[in-house]
């Protein structure tokens, strides 16, 4: 028996309980025999626990069993073993199941602060089944809804889905629409996460309309989330503002008191900001996930604080704050993993694999992605499958010679997207398979990718994934056509668009852009070339030194994206005689490969 694992420790569990039983005693009596709680002997029959020697030899004089039973990989039955007890009277097994209940409630409570939620899970399905022998539909469906919570922070969404179900059926038979209320709002949770839409939005609605002020809140608020899922930004706006009118009324007629409404109102500050950063206004979001992040540990939600946190970092990947950004997915990983809450936990993951892929450093960012893949499957987490995809599809892209594996993730994110009608992240997905067409020189492809996400985009209003569309648009026409004054005209939209929204690859991707087409216009636009560059390098250098202020590998010129920009730097100084200048800026670059194409024939590749 291996008590390092949780199935032994159970094993373990199981004979204690045995040993219990056969001396004819209860779980309170031999606490109180030994001198621990309740509770501790309950951790120990579940396995959550692992039951101490000196326990076990106590449990063991207290039961009439050898120490050796607890221990025995094929445990025989003691000799001359007490026979168990006859069975008592009706009323003393109710009296005792009761008690057990009682003492599994306890139990539960305990594992909640602070939470461990799979003994919590475990705990749970053992009050299921105790409320069932009692015939407490109360009490079991209240269990099945703590059930589904726990398994919800756990990510196992299909399992929180059918034990939030049951509860919901229990607690509509029972007449507890309280409980229906709370049970139907975390299924819509679960449904969600599974990207079964409709059917969480039928439970929404459901208790939007409903007579308890909770669950109107909370109903109108999620209708307003799956709203903005489905990029229907202004529909979202409305039910966000509803919410807030209810809770803001409920305070004023006394139905809410003001730390109830505080914390609602944070969940509609938290929705607020999300549409801000769907449309790409960094400048909005970033703000409120501060203050998100302020006013959630003020009043001690560690579910919004992490919320805030996420929200925080990805604003700063996008603005280029890279330093920022890995610290934040850092610590909202630990995090996360420190309180149980895996589907956060696999999100972090994923975007740190995006981040990761960005920076050049593409095995990590597989492993990452990777991982975060496995945890999302395991758990039908789709919206994590997404992001996993796409951090995948990213490093696979960026890696050398992986482009059939880099489009079966883009394919793979883009069928999740479109089964959740998720607008904005199918954007994600086309531009993802723009750079891989233009990467592989599939110039129609290019045309029809981009096409379709600057579409979606201007549809939605996304500055931030426009000027990405723009930008590939352009490179279409300059590849397509050859119509440079078009491709100059999308370039330059995309250059503004990027400057007004921060965003930093908008920006080096246009500046590169447009330092190519006057290239190809001919020799007299060196200047404007040049600037282009400079401009382009200096934003990419910038997230260099991030990477390095984060203690990550300096691999950004990994990228043959971002490493053409400088080697185009250096062919236009060279080819304007500026040897000099060019030997300066590649030992400033401190990139071997690239000092590499320019070092002539008789001299090494680290000078020239």
Known sequence: MDLSTRQGRREQGQRIQRAVERAGLSVEELAGRIGCSR??????????????????????RETGVPLAYFYADEPVEPEGAPAPSPPPATQDVAT???????????????????????????????????????????AQARALRRLGNARLRLADFPRAADALARAVAMAMEAGDLEGETAARQSLGTALV??????????????????????????????????????????????????????????????????????TGLLYVTTNRRNVYMDGGDFRAARPLAVKGMADAEAIGNADQYLEARFDLAWCDFYTGQWQEAYRGFSTLLQLARFVGDQGRETMARAWLGILLAAAGDFDNAIAHGKDALARALSRGDRRAELYAQLALADA???????DSEARYHTGQALAVATALRMDRAEIECRLRQARLSAQVGDVAELQEAAGRALALATRLGARHLECLARYWQAEALRRAAGDRTAARTEAQIALEIARSVDLMEGQWRAQSLLALLAREEGPGQVTEIEEHLRQAV???????????????????????????????????????GRNEEVRTFLEQTGWPPLSARFAPPDQSATGL
């Open 39 to 60: 509770a501790l002997i309950y951790q120990y029959l579940s396995g959550s626990t692992l039951a101490q020697p000196d326990r076990l030899q106590q449990i063991a």
């Open 538 to 576: 200096a934003l990419l250098e910038r997230l260099r030194d991030d990477l390095k202020e984060a203690g990550l590998p300096d691999t950004l010129l990994e990228n043959e994206e971002c490493v053409a920009v400088y080697a185009m730097l250096a062919e236009i100084l060279a080819g304007s």
């Open 396 to 402: 696979y892209t960026g890696a050398t010679r992986r």
């Open 96 to 138: 005792r199941l009761m008690e057990s209940l009682r003492a599994l409630g306890e139990l539960a409570d305990a594992q909640e602060g602070p939470p461990d939620y799979r003994a919590l899970a475990s705990t749970c399905e053992r009050i299921v089944s105790l409320a069932d022998q009692l015939g407490d539909r109360v």
């Open 193 to 262: 996460s599974m990207g079964r839409l409709r059917e969480a939005q039928e439970h929404f609605a459901r208790i939007a309309s409903g007579p308890l002020f909770t669950g109107r809140w909370q109903g109108t608020l999620s209708l307003g989330g799956i709203h903005e899922m489905h990029g229907e930004y202004q529909q979202a706006m409305q039910r966000f503002d509803e919410a807030a009118a209810l809770l803001e009324e409920a305070e004023a007629s006394g139905q809410a008191s003001a730390e109830e409404v505080a």
